[in-house]
């Protein structure tokens, strides 16, 4: 399975963007896609998730802003970001899970700034 991220930017505080990340090769694999995020000096932390069937699950600070999304016959997940702010900047990874979480697949990450 491979996974690309598109979408990331420099936004001002309060603006919004769209993520997209695209999967292919053995995608009938996979069960949750998510989104995570990292700072220089932190832990990844995941963002948003979703399931197959639909189920999300969303980080405390992001619940009402960001929406994820998928679209399963294109095999494509989306993170709808909005109201955003400075402490969202960091590089947002799309993270692919197969059926019982025996595989994590990893995009390159894009980068996402929010000015104040």
């Known amino acids: 399975v491979h996974v690309v991220e598109s979408g990331g930017g420099l936004v001002q505080a309060g603006g919004s ?5 695209a ?4 995608t009938f694999s996979i069960n949750r896609m998510g ?3 990292q700072t220089p000096g ?3 932390e995941l963002v948003a998730a979703i399931t ?12 009402g802003r960001f929406t994820i999304s998928r679209d399963n016959a ?8 909005n109201s955003l ?4 900047t960091a590089v947002y990874y799309c993270n692919a899970r197969s059926w019982g979480s025996r595989f994590d697949y990893w995009g390159q990450g894009t ?3 929010v000015s104040s």
């Open 17 to 21: 963007l769209r993520l997209s990340c």
């Open 23 to 26: 999967a292919s090769g053995s």
């Open 35 to 37: 989104w995570y995020r």
């Open 42 to 44: 932190k832990q990844r």
């Open 52 to 63: 197959t069937s639909g189920s999300t699950n969303y980080l405390d600070s992001v619940k």
């Open 74 to 81: 294109k095999n494509t997940m989306y993170l709808q970001m």
């Open 85 to 88: 702010k400075p402490e969202d």
């Open 111 to 113: 980068q996402v700034t």
